[in-house]
């Protein structure tokens, strides 16, 4: 890793180490504004963004790239109260939700 990394590409090459999100139905469990959601969607088959922050989905909404808009949906949601559709979800992701 050279000093010229940013953290963003630290942690894209970390969670692309540890699962393959290639073809995956995912859902990600306190997305934010989508900050996490872009190192991977594009590889995922399709991806539900949740958090329970409406702002936060707002601004995750305002900023999908146009490639992704048909893939990637975003939604004000609190995963522990919320039902999701059982085995509907290949992965679960989540970082800085606990």
């Given at each position: ?9 630290v ?11 290639r ?12 900050r ?10 399709s991806?539900?963004?949740l ?13 999908t ?6 893939k ?15 085995d ?11």
């Amino acid at each position: 890793m050279s000093g010229k990394d940013s953290a963003d590409e630290v942690e894209q090459r970390t969670i692309h180490g540890l699962t393959n999100f290639r073809d995956k139905d995912v859902v990600e469990i306190g997305c934010g504004d989508g900050r996490m959601t872009w190192l991977y969607a594009h590889h995922a088959k399709s991806v539900l963004a949740l958090d329970i922050e409406e702002e936060e989905i707002t601004a995750a909404i305002e900023a999908t790239p146009d490639e992704l808009k048909s893939k990637v949906t975003f939604k004000v949601a609190d995963v522990v109260t919320d039902e999701l559709p059982k085995d509907a979800y290949d992965l679960a992701l989540f970082s800085h939700s606990l």
